[in-house]
Structure formats: structure tokens, C-alpha cells
């Protein structure tokens, strides 16, 4: 992911700890962290993301960097490995900063094999009391000159994204939103500026994933003016996404953000 958005703000390496885990709905996992580790962890809103740390099989602690700056990694890979953590990226859903918690939402998924990667597999097996650690790592939605209306496209793994941006958004913002998830429960309830248009899309099955959001963008009736664009999720959704805004709708390049999370076909180690 060469795209960094917004840097974080005072970030930590922090401890957290598991308080409960929610089932949400055929393919979403909510895991609640708290603990005084997250008094030192400045919630920004928006998409805020960060580096979470999770023990591996045998592990009874976690060995943290200590570096918040992108030194950080040297010393993850100066680490034995045999103690050496998982490390993903993740997005906070909701905070709470009175109570020190933050929601993560975990995508259920399995390959041919019925495998998840190791993320998933914590979220599945994880416990109050459970330890992890965190780093924030800022925001990824950053328009940097201004726009009349905003485009946001997702996945369901870009789904926490999204839902940060829009409860983050102003009363009078403008705007279209596309989610494309896998089961019609995997939608959700979230604020959403009245300007701001939402759409809900159910994958076919036998398609690949983010087909059906980027067909609707090259459908969609765009309103008119500067927009903004922030696309994120299955790698191929993010950059189709651009590809059609800047060749097709006539974007400058500079006016659309993306993110690939993931790649359709390929599992996490």
C-alpha cells in the first residue's frame, strides 16, 4: 500500500485487551478492545486505521517494537521469529474514548480449503482478557483540495472505512457511497449525511468480488462538480475504480485515493 493518507496523531505501540466479541452477521465478526493502553491512543475518526499485533500458536507474550516511526518494522523483523507476532492492518469501526474502547470488525472468510488467514482466526478463537497490541497509523481519507461531493467505494472489508468517513462527514456534504457485500445481513446502520447518497449491493456469488460495486460506479449518474474519491477493499475494485474515474469520468489522478486491502485468490500467512 503505497497510498498513507493523514499520519497518525501522538501514536504508541499499546497494549489492548479483548472486553467482547458480537457476532454481526454471516461474514462480520465485531472484536471490542479496551484497557488503560488505550487511554494514549488518540481516536480521529474517520477511517483511522493502525497495525495490530496478535500472538501467534504457543506465544504467552506479545514482543512489541517499540519504534512508532517506520522503524517500527526493522525491529519486527529483528525479532525471532519464533516470537515474532502476526501483524495486520485494521480499521477502528467505532471508539469510544470515555470507556478507552475501540471496535474492530473482522471479514469471516474461508479459502477452497476452508482456511482464514491468521487475523481471522484470532478474531474467531478470541476471549475477553486477550491481549494484542496496536499502533495507529493516521487516516487514508485525505482530499487535498476542495470538492463539491464525495465518491466512496467499498468491499466489505472497506466497510469500516467507509462508515468512519460517512459518521465523520459534515451535516452538508454531498455525495454517493457504494458498498458491495457478500450476504444481504453484512449491511449496516450507520450515520450518513442526508446529501449523501447510499448503495447497498449483494455479490453475486458466481462473480468476482467487486464487480458488482465497480459496475455501479460506471453506471452511476455522478452528480455534477469537483468530487473527491476514495476507493478501497479487493485490490482490483480500488484500482478499477480509478482507472475508470480519471479515463472515463475525467478525475484528475489527484482527486482519487485507493487502497487495495486485499487480493481476490490470495490468503494471508
Known amino acids: 500500500m503505497s497510498y498513507r493518507g493523514r499520519p497518525a496523531v501522538d501514536p504508541h505501540v499499546l497494549l489492548a485487551e479483548v472486553v467482547a466479541t458480537t457476532r454481526l452477521s454471516s461474514h462480520l465478526l465485531r472484536v471490542t478492545l479496551g484497557g488503560e493502553g488505550l487511554r494514549r491512543f488518540t481516536v480521529t475518526g474517520f477511517d483511522q486505521w493502525f497495525r495490530l499485533f496478535l500472538p501467534r500458536a504457543g506465544q504467552d507474550a506479545l514482543a512489541l517494537p517499540t519504534a512508532t516511526s517506520a522503524l517500527w518494522y526493522a525491529q519486527y523483523l529483528a525479532t525471532p521469529k519464533a516470537r515474532r507476532p502476526w501483524v495486520r492492518n485494521y480499521t477502528v469501526r467505532a471508539a469510544r474514548p470515555g470507556l478507552h474502547e475501540i471496535d474492530v470488525d473482522f471479514v469471516v472468510h474461508t479459502d477452497e480449503h476452508g482456511h482464514s488467514g491468521p487475523a481471522v482466526e484470532w478474531a474467531l478463537a478470541a ?81 468476482a468480488p467487486g464487480l458488482a460495486a465497480l459496475d455501479a460506479v460506471g453506471a452511476a449518474d455522478l452528480p455534477a462538480g469537483t468530487a473527491y474519491a476514495f476507493a478501497v477493499g479487493e485490490s482490483a475494485l480500488a484500482t478499477g475504480v480509478r482507472r475508470h474515474l480519471v479515463a472515463e469520468r475525467g478525475l484528475p489522478k489527484a482527486h482519487v485515493d485507493f487502497v487495495g486491502y486485499w487480493r481476490s485468490g490470495h490468503t494471508a500467512g
Request: a negative charge; proline letters at 10%.
Open 127 to 207: 476471549r475477553p482478557g486477550d491481549q494484542v497490541g496496536l499502533l495507529d497509523q493516521g487516516v487514508g481519507y485525505h482530499p487535498r483540495h476542495t470538492h463539491d461531493w464525495t465518491l466512496l467505494v467499498a468491499d466489505e472489508t472497506g466497510l469500516p472505512a467507509v462508515a468512519g468517513v460517512c459518521e465523520s462527514l459534515p451535516d452538508d456534504a454531498r455525495g454517493l457511497a457504494v458498498i458491495e457485500v457478500p450476504a444481504p445481513d453484512d449491511a449496516q446502520e450507520f450515520r450518513v449525511p442526508d446529501g449523501v447518497d447510499l448503495h447497498w449491493l449483494v455479490r453475486d456469488p458466481h462473480l
